[in-house]
């Protein structure tokens, strides 16, 4: 398991406090933004980085991360961009967990042995492939391993008892569990739902768990802290990269992320 996710997590049990996990598109609004809003995500109550590499078809992504991505591969981002953003980011940041979050084709493409042996050169932590479920996953998950790179999984809403088995075998650093059903941005959350969904996980599962999907606003984002040992938050943050403009965008973003920091804490 990565030393930063578990160093993070156990940083916050101690402080009795939970993990704020912003998403962002790499390459959005450009290539030359993503580094600079990856500090500002930290400035601003960051625990857990999610950095989302470009893709053509996504399949979990609604329309608002599907554009970032669009416009990230406009402007030439692939995933070699990608980690050379993660090394320039921890020239300045050697402390705060960067989780990869995509889809299995770019990294086929590369290589597990070079993707996962490269991840490690520049300080990626974990490894979210939303298209390559557990049964799928046993290759890569060991070079994942053999370069101390966590495979993240998710779950939702729909899984069963004997997934959530698999998973908790094979999961390291934290499990995401997607809230609602649907893509990224879609819906209104269930907060009963997931209150009544979270003792079935922690059955089976002991890393922590992340809830994301669906959380849109500071009052979100408090509410579901209470369910869960980490916030997730995507689309929100994506949207309000999108609605800036590039002179302004990593100081709206900063906002927005303190708001949320501000709310969780109260939880």
């Given at each position: 398991?990565?030393?930063?996710?578990?160093?993070?997590?156990?940083?916050?049990?101690?402080?009795?406090?939970?993990?704020?996990?912003?998403?962002?598109?790499?390459?959005?609004?450009?290539?030359?933004?993503?580094?600079?809003?990856?500090?500002?995500?930290?400035?601003?109550?960051?625990?857990?980085?999610?950095?989302?590499?470009?893709?053509?078809?996504?399949?979990?992504?609604?329309?608002?991360?599907?554009?970032?991505?669009?416009?990230?591969?406009?402007?030439?981002?692939?995933?070699?961009?990608?980690?050379?953003?993660?090394?320039?980011?921890?020239?300045?940041?050697?402390?705060?967990?960067?989780?990869?979050?995509?889809?299995?084709?770019?990294?086929?493409?590369?290589?597990?042995?070079?993707?996962?042996?490269?991840?490690?050169?520049?300080?990626?932590?974990?490894?979210?492939?939303?298209?390559?479920?557990?049964?799928e996953s046993h290759d890569a998950f060991e070079?994942?391993?053999?370069?101390?790179?966590?495979?993240?999984?998710?779950?939702?809403?729909?899984?069963?008892?004997?997934?959530?088995?698999?998973?908790?075998?094979?999961?390291?650093?934290?499990?995401?569990?997607?809230?609602?059903?649907?893509?990224?941005?879609?819906?209104?959350?269930?907060?009963?739902?997931?209150?009544?969904?979270?003792?079935?996980?922690?059955?089976?599962?002991?890393?922590?768990?992340?809830?994301?999907?669906?959380?849109?606003?500071?009052?979100?984002?408090?509410?579901?802290?209470?369910?869960?040992?980490?916030?997730?938050?995507?689309?929100?943050?994506?949207?309000?990269?999108?609605?800036?403009?590039?002179?302004?965008?990593?100081e709206n973003v900063g906002k927005l992320v303190?708001?949320?920091?501000?709310?969780?804490?109260?939880?």
């Open positions: 398991m990565s030393k930063r996710i578990q160093a993070a997590f156990d940083r916050l049990k101690q402080q009795q406090r939970k993990a704020l996990i912003p998403f962002i598109t790499a390459g959005d609004p450009t290539p030359a933004a993503t580094v600079p809003l990856l500090h500002a995500l930290v400035e601003a109550g960051a625990d857990v980085l999610e950095l989302g590499v470009p893709f053509s078809d996504p399949m979990a992504d609604g329309p608002t991360i599907q554009r970032a991505s669009e416009r990230a591969l406009r402007l030439g981002v692939s995933l070699r961009s990608v980690l050379a953003m993660v090394a320039e980011f921890r020239k300045q940041d050697t402390i705060t967990p960067v989780v990869l979050m995509g889809y299995g084709n770019p990294i086929e493409a590369m290589g597990w042995d070079v993707f996962a042996k490269r991840c490690a050169e520049v300080g990626v932590d974990g490894v979210l492939t939303v298209d390559f479920p557990p049964e070079h994942l391993q053999r370069h101390n790179i966590a495979p993240i999984f998710l779950l939702a809403p729909t899984t069963n008892e004997a997934r959530i088995e698999q998973v908790a075998k094979l999961a390291r650093g934290y499990v995401y569990y997607v809230s609602l059903k649907g893509v990224t941005g879609s819906g209104s959350i269930d907060l009963s739902a997931i209150e009544e969904k979270m003792p079935q996980l922690r059955k089976h599962i002991a890393l922590p768990i992340g809830v994301g999907f669906g959380i849109r606003d500071a009052a979100t984002a408090k509410a579901v802290a209470k369910l869960c040992d980490g916030v997730v938050v995507g689309s929100r943050i994506v949207q309000e990269i999108e609605d800036s403009g590039v002179q302004n965008v990593v303190k708001e949320l920091r501000q709310a969780i804490d109260k939880a």
